[in-house]
């Protein structure tokens, strides 16, 4: 059986990085084959090139962000996304190419031609089987971000950029979810994390027991 590919998206303090944690770990703890991953920094060039892209102190040209992003997801593609999905493993990506539409494109301000011409050379057509887009106020994300540099959690270079730059990525972001409301779900977190993770389960776990995976076969969410 193929594998199934899940991405979570989302802007900056959205909660995406945590709630791909708990649903990982839950999962596993039902005896599902998860493989945890990210972009940048999914294989050990990307964590290379992550550190580069994401040092707050490293000015980085627009062109070049882009370029190095589609190099990171181009390795990611071949060396981890592939070979895990054709051994039948459930893949979670905090971030894929859709975070290059909504940053490179919307953010930076790149064509959309340009953008899908980039994402297709690196990814080769790979696409996810299902999108989680947690969302929330542009506002709340700058709170958090904030919250998070005063615990003195270690920023990025994109957590710098203003709240104008973030409302064009949610905007984009959630004009993707219009278009492909199939694949893309909108998670609002403006919730506990717990009262989340219940409705990040509910939407992903019956779409893993649609696609065949035997380990949630019992499961059941009520």
């Known amino acids: 059986m193929a594998g199934t590919f899940i991405t979570f998206e989302g802007i900056d303090g959205s909660g995406k990085s945590t709630q791909l944690r708990l649903l990982a770990n839950f999962l596993k703890s039902i005896g599902c084959d ?26 980085v040209d627009p062109l070049t962000e882009l370029l190095v992003f589609a190099a990171d ?12 999905l054709e051994a039948g493993q459930i893949v979670f990506s905090d971030r894929y190419a859709d975070a290059t539409s909504a940053y490179q494109g919307a953010g930076r301000g790149f064509s959309p031609e340009l953008i899908a011409e980039i994402i297709e050379l690196a990814t080769e057509g790979l696409k996810p089987d299902l999108t989680l887009l947690f969302d929330l106020p542009v506002t ?20 710098g950029e203003t709240a104008e730059f ?3 990525v949610r905007d984009a972001y959630l004009r993707l979810a219009r278009t492909e409301p199939e694949r893309v779900k909108v998670v609002e977190t403006n919730q506990p994390i717990e009262v989340t993770h219940q409705r990040v389960k509910q939407i992903v776990v019956p ?15 009520a």
Do not use: Y
């Not at 997801?73 to 895990?84: G, K, M, N």
């Not at 709340?140 to 957590?159: F, H, I, P």
């Not at 779409?207 to 019992?218: K, T």
């Open 140 to 159: 709340e994300s700058n709170e958090r971000t904030q919250r998070r540099a005063n615990s003195k959690q270690k920023g990025d270079r994109l957590d």
């Open 73 to 84: 997801r181009a390795q990611h593609v071949r060396r981890v996304l592939r070979p895990a």
């Open 34 to 59: 998860v493989l945890e991953t990210r972009e940048p920094g999914g294989t050990p060039v990307g964590n290379r090139l992550r550190a580069a892209l994401l040092d707050a102190q490293e000015e």
């Open 207 to 221: 779409f893993l027991q649609s696609r065949g995976h035997v380990c949630v076969d019992e499961f059941d969410l």
């Open 166 to 168: 973030h409302a064009r």
